[in-house]
C-alpha cells in the first residue's frame, strides 16, 4: 500500500457571526445545533462554500426526487466525472514523477472508483444531504448513488467557483488516499504475484486456478485454466504449460476485476 504525500490543507475563512445591537441574541447563537442536515454543515466538511446555493442543491437532488429530468443530478454527474478524472490525473502526475503511463491509470481508476469515490462521500456524510423520491425511501443508497452524487458535487464546485475551487477540493480529500502498488521486485509480467497481492490490498482470500481443459499429446498440450474468485469466475487463460495458463488467466482477472473496481454497482 502507498499514500499520496498530504498537501497543505485547504484554509477555509471562518463564518462571521455579526449583528446588529437591534437584534435578539438568539439570532446567532454561540453553539449552533447541527441537525445533520445544514447545508453548512457539508460545506464545512467538503472544504468548499458555494456562492450559488443553488447550484449545490441541484448536485444533491437525485433523478427519483425531481420534478423533471433538468432538474436532477444527472448532467452535474456527467461533468464531475470529466473533471474528477482531469484532476485525479493532474495530482498524479505531479506526485508521481518516475511512473509509467499505465501505473498511473491504474492509481487513478482505483481512486475514482466507485468504491473510492463512495468511501468519501461516506466520510463527508453526504447521504444525509441527498433528496431522494419515495420510490427510494426505505432502500439503503447504494455505493453507485453516492459515488454518482459525489462526482455530482465535484461538478458543482467547479461552476460555481471554477478549476481551481476543485484543484483544492481533489488535493483534500485524493492526496492522502491509499494506493495499490505492486512490490517494485515484482516481475510485471508476473501476474500471478500482482492478483494475489492486489487482492490482499482488498483484505480479499486468496483466488483459485481451475485447469478446465487439457488437450493435444504429451509433446504439445494445451492447458485451458480460469481464476475462480468471490463466487466469480474469470476469462479463461491458454498456454502451452499449466503455468502459463495460470498466468493468462491471473492477468484476464486482473484485468476484469479492475474494471469491476471502477464500475460496480
Request: a negative charge; aromatic letters at 8%.
Amino acid at each position: 500500500m502507498a499514500w499520496l504525500e498530504q498537501v497543505s490543507p485547504l484554509q477555509l475563512p471562518e463564518d462571521d457571526c455579526q449583528r446588529e445591537e437591534s437584534d435578539s441574541p438568539d439570532a446567532c447563537p454561540e453553539n449552533p445545533v447541527d441537525d445533520g442536515t445544514d447545508p453548512a454543515v457539508l460545506q464545512d466538511r467538503l472544504g468548499y462554500h458555494f456562492r450559488d446555493i443553488s447550484i449545490l442543491q441541484n448536485a444533491l437532488t437525485h433523478s427519483s426526487a425531481a420534478s423533471s429530468p433538468g432538474l436532477s443530478n444527472e448532467r452535474l454527474e456527467f461533468l464531475g466525472d470529466g473533471v474528477l478524472s482531469f484532476l485525479v490525473g493532474e495530482l498524479l502526475f505531479r506526485r508521481f514523477p518516475d511512473e509509467d503511463e499505465g501505473m498511473l491509470t491504474q492509481y487513478r481508476a482505483q481512486l475514482v472508483s466507485t468504491r473510492g469515490l463512495a468511501e468519501i462521500a461516506e466520510e463527508i456524510g453526504l447521504r444525509s444531504f441527498i433528496s431522494i423520491g419515495e420510490s427510494l425511501a426505505n432502500t439503503p443508497l447504494s455505493p453507485r448513488l453516492l459515488a454518482n452524487s459525489f462526482e455530482a458535487l465535484v461538478a458543482a464546485v467547479y461552476l460555481d467557483g471554477g478549476i481551481d475551487g476543485v484543484r483544492k477540493l481533489v488535493d483534500l480529500h485524493f492526496a492522502s488516499r491509499p494506493l495499490f502498488v505492486p512490490e517494485r521486485n515484482c516481475d510485471s509480467s508476473n501476474y500471478k504475484s500482482i492478483l494475489q497481492q492486489f487482492l490482499q490490498s482488498m483484505g480479499r482470500d486468496l483466488p483459485r486456478y481451475l485447469v478446465l481443459a487439457d488437450s493435444g499429446p504429451e509433446h504439445g498440450k494445451t492447458y485451458v485454466v480460469a481464476v475462480e474468485f468471490a463466487g466469480m469466475r474469470f476469462t479463461a487463460g491458454y498456454g502451452k504449460t499449466k503455468r502459463d495458463a495460470e498466468q493468462a488467466a491471473a492477468k484476464n482477472a486482473y484485468a476484469e476485476l479492475q474494471r469491476l473496481t471502477r464500475d460496480e454497482p
